[in-house]
């Protein structure tokens, strides 16, 4: 059995794909199944997967696109090994990132660890480093940071496959922000996310990735919006949630001033 399953969604990325795969199988740490699930890819993205000869490769092929959601949740479900760590298909993990990530869940309690990034853009040349991804590295300074925003770069995380099985990813959360809603809800639970303070993943922001919106903030606010509404029909609000509430309500206060204030410039321009 897989001491890890490296994790690994791809939908028409044929661009990336190939050092993204390459980067996985490079790693120093050996004992991992690599479960790629095909999302209804309709390029190359299939037929680059298939020229691999590595019995660690798991190919998954959902028959048309059932969403980033759908095929996080089903590899969660599917993956063998005690550790499940995330990869993007347009990303490159440095060849100690999986060994330093065992070895700190090894020695501790996390129930997740991520780790630096670095990000690069579409061409591969470094673009420097996240900053709040730079100052948010215990589980303390994580707490403490994710009310106000998040801290941990998805594709760079290796969680622990009984822990992450209660939560699972949350459909509802349909911004592209399914991971924050993730840590917020593990976090609230009391679980301890950790993070190896040294940059192991390169992280690509270009014109499709997340990272690159404009809109982020937005994105932000409606995550917390719509987890803390969950909460609040569970009955399940706790202290770490008032801080999530009081970060997330002058965003949505500048975002409803912002649109009142445009209704009136179009008013008066009328």
Known sequence: MPNVTVLMPVFNGEKYLRKAIDSILNQDYTNFEFLIINDGST???????KSYNDKRIKLVNNPYNKGLVYSLNLGIEMAQGKYIARMDCDDIS??????????????????????????????GKELGL??????????????????????L???????????????????????????????????????????VNEVLLKYRIHPLSWGSSTTSWLKRARTRLNYLQIKIKQNKLKRFDLLVFIYMFPEVYNYVYGKVLDKLRSLWRK
């Not at 390029?43 to 997967?49: L, V």
């Not at 100690?96 to 990000?119: C, G, N, P, W």
């Not at 996240?130 to 801290?151: F, H, M, Y």
Request: with cysteine.
């Open 43 to 49: 390029d190359k993205s299939t037929k680059i997967i």
């Open 130 to 151: 996240w900053v709040e991804d730079q100052r948010a590295i215990t589980p303390e300074k994580i707490r403490s940071q994710l009310p106000k925003g998040n801290c």
């Open 94 to 123: 440095l060849p100690s990132r999986l060994k330093k990530q065992v070895d700190l869940l090894e020695k501790t309690k996390y129930a997740l660890v991520a780790s630096k990034i670095i990000t690069i853009d579409k061409n």
């Open 153 to 195: 770069a998805h594709p760079s995380i290796m969680v622990r496959s009984n822990i992450i099985r209660k939560y699972l990813y949350n459909s509802n959360q349909n911004f592209y922000t399914e991971d924050y809603d993730l840590w917020l809800r593990m976090v609230s639970d009391g679980n301890n996310l950790g993070k």
